[in-house]
Structure formats: structure tokens, C-alpha cells
């Protein structure tokens, strides 16, 4: 019996180890690129750098866009998340919480639209910010990514919401705590684990957003990360820039592993605790 339980467990590790060295070569070899000369990387791929510089860093950097970029898609990843929180935290509380004729059909409604392709929704999104004249607008875009990612907060929220109990509300209201002070000081601290979850699942989603910038951004100072590494591929094709490509891959890619590394122990906790609900 040991014997086949160690082969088992040797049958499952083989796959995943496979499985995460083709994950992660194309990562290294980005990487190792990233530090080469465009006569190395034409010449010899798969070796390391002859001499590690931030030469490419530097060029993505400064002179094809990128630290602008950079700094636009930081500035609507963590505003279009705050601000997904701030309307989805309240409904999300009214739908599990207080009981109103059409809350259930709300609910569903709310679900419903995850299923709906947001292709759908761009042509109109599009008339609507240019009769209120807000186009090539980062504030806008904000919203705009904020607003689309409302259901499936929603959807998060509610189930967590769920299991916190009730007579915590009640005995706050008999001490004459008000409904907003109930959802603030004691249902928001204790969904926190699903409040984290959804908010990174939405700030690595508006980080990668690529389309809506695309389409509603015009500026190229604007420019979200997104719109600005296709520019740069499209230069790197007809000027052989390779290596300033690998660079600003690197300079889109590394933020996002970082911040899932460290949140990585609140996605699985948040997860499993939606799962169980």
C-alpha cells in the first residue's frame, strides 16, 4: 500500500511539474531577454546575457511610453477599485440584509449581467461618454472599469455577508447604532477576507484591461499599460527593438506576481470561505 500511494502521488507531481516549468520558461527566458542587446538575442537566444544592464529597462521606460503608462494603469487600477468597493460593498449589504419586494430578482439581475460578453456593452459605452464628454478620460475609464466589475463583487460579497450573524446587527442596534455604522464597524471588518479577494481579482483585471483603453483613451500621454506595450510590440517589429520589448513585459508582468505573492494567502482563504458558503 505504501508502495502505490507514493506511485500516486509521483503520477500527480509529474504532470504539475511539467505543467509549471512551460508556465514559467517563457517567463525566465522574457526575462534573460530583457538584458540583452539585440545581437545577442538574434544570436544566441537561450544564453545569459554577456553583460546585465538596464539599458532596454531604461528605453522602454523613458522613451517608448512605458513609465507614463505604467503610471496611468496605477492610477485607474487602484481608483476603479476603491470605487467598485464603495458601490458594490452597500448593495451588496441592502440585497443580503434588508429584505424588499424585488431583491431577489435584483440579485439575480445583478448575476445575470456576469454572463452577458461586455463586447456587447462598448458601442453604447462609447455614445454615452461622448455625449457627456468623457472621452480620453482616466477619471472616466476609472468608473468605467469600476462599474463592470460591480456584479461579480457583488457576487463575492453577498455570499460572505451571509454568514455573518445577525443578532451581532441586532444587539449593535439595540445600543443604538445606526445601519450605516452597523455595515462600516461590524459587517465590513468581518467580510474582510472576501472584500480582499474581489479587490485584487478586480485590480489585476483592470491592470491587464486592454479594449476599453483602446477604445475610450485617444492621448497618448493616457496611454494605459495595456494600449502601450502593443505600441511598443508594433516598434519592436519594425525596428528590432526586441530587447526594450522583453523589458517593458518585464515592467508590465513583475508588479502583478509581486502583489499576488503576497496577497496569494487571502485568495485561497477568500475562495475556500466562498466556496463553503
Request: overall charge positive.
Amino acid at each position: 500500500m505504501q508502495i502505490l500511494s507514493t506511485l500516486s502521488k509521483i503520477a500527480v507531481r509529474i504532470p504539475l511539474f511539467l505543467w509549471s516549468i512551460i508556465v514559467v520558461f517563457p517567463l525566465v527566458w522574457m526575462f534573460i531577454g530583457a538584458f540583452k542587446t539585440n545581437a545577442e538575442i538574434f544570436s544566441s537566444p537561450w544564453s545569459w546575457p554577456q553583460q546585465w544592464n538596464l539599458n532596454n529597462f531604461v528605453a522602454a521606460w523613458s522613451n517608448y511610453n512605458i513609465g507614463t503608462a505604467f503610471l496611468n494603469s496605477l492610477f485607474v487600477t487602484i481608483l476603479g477599485s476603491l470605487l467598485c468597493l464603495l458601490f458594490a460593498i452597500p448593495t451588496a449589504y441592502a440585497l443580503e440584509r434588508l429584505r424588499f419586494k424585488g431583491s431577489d430578482v435584483l440579485l439575480n439581475t445583478y448575476l445575470a449581467s456576469m454572463m452577458l460578453p461586455s463586447v456587447l456593452g462598448w458601442i453604447p459605452l462609447f455614445f454615452l461618454l461622448l455625449k457627456f464628454n468623457m472621452l480620453d478620460n482616466l477619471w472616466a475609464l476609472s468608473l468605467v472599469y469600476a462599474v463592470s466589475q460591480i456584479p461579480f463583487t457583488i457576487f463575492i460579497l453577498v455570499s460572505f455577508m451571509g454568514n455573518v450573524p445577525r443578532e451581532l446587527e441586532e444587539a449593535a442596534a439595540i445600543d443604538g447604532m445606526s445601519p450605516y455604522g452597523i455595515l462600516l464597524k461590524i459587517v465590513t471588518p468581518l467580510v474582510k477576507s472576501g472584500i480582499i479577494t474581489a479587490t485584487i481579482l478586480n485590480a489585476i483585471s483592470f491592470w491587464n484591461e486592454y479594449f476599453l483603453a483602446l477604445i475610450l483613451l485617444d492621448t497618448k500621454s493616457k496611454n494605459t499599460l495595456g494600449v502601450a506595450m502593443d505600441l511598443l510590440k508594433t516598434s519592436a517589429r519594425y525596428e528590432s527593438a526586441w530587447g526594450v520589448l522583453f523589458a517593458g513585459l518585464c515592467i508590465a508582468v513583475i508588479p502583478v506576481i509581486i502583489f499576488y505573492s503576497i496577497f496569494q494567502r487571502h485568495i485561497v482563504k477568500g475562495m475556500t470561505e466562498g466556496a463553503i458558503k
